[in-house]
């Protein structure tokens, strides 16, 4: 069944979400998210679209966007194909690491606008990352509160005054208030503690990580692709938990996942 078209923005302005591949992580650590965001700044340019808000999580991106002389699809293609080229080549890792079609929808006035930009903003803190926004380091909010650097902030702080200062210092409340907005859902899984791996290693046979290291290549290897089937686990904390590295555990979990038992 061929695919339906994207519905098109009178207004030009999309909620983007991209999404890791079986929601897999698609940043390990704050490199990989600075990473994206100079990949966002070095496509504004060249596709010379407008970003309104952004925020990074593990294993997702929301960004509030309009697109001018390319189609958004296009833009994201640049962004995507990217960040995933440079992400590739520091994990020595091949294939695809986005979903291959992103979720959008249209943002065609002020209110749908305003309420888009205190979803993202407010990402973190109703994952349970975040306490408020002032503590959501990987969003946009801090650019209109401080110094813009990605986003475009004039049009939305226009929404709420032509005075600069009154306008933050509006949107500031507008971005803390409580809210049951709902736009494009993405079930944020929370992060499984070293305890509750470490345990369910215990529960496979293996006591500690000298037991896996102990084993044949191949048993090892179906012990590592349970782990990376788990929910809410990353590489970097399996790796720090077995002492295997991250390449070796993505390898394994890529070529050999179909080992596991349904």
Known sequence: MSRKPRRKSRSGIYHIMLRGINRQTIFEDDVDKRRFLE???KYKPVCNYQIYSYCLMDNHVHLLMKETDESISVAIKRISSSYVYWYNQKYERTGHLFQERFKAEVVENPI????VLRYIHQNPMKAGLAKSVFESKWTSFYEYIHQANIVDIDFALQLFSTDRRKAIKLYAEHAQQTNDDQCLEDTVILRRSDR???????ELGIPNKNTLQQLDKRERNKILIRLTALEGVSLRQIARITGVSKSVIHRVGRRDRFLVPK
Do not use: D, N, P, R
């Not at 749908?112 to 309420?115: A, D, V």
């Not at 509750?196 to 215990?202: A, Q, T």
């Open 112 to 115: 749908s606008f305003l309420t």
């Open 196 to 202: 509750e791996v470490m345990e369910y290693l215990y």
């Open 39 to 41: 990949t966002l700044l």
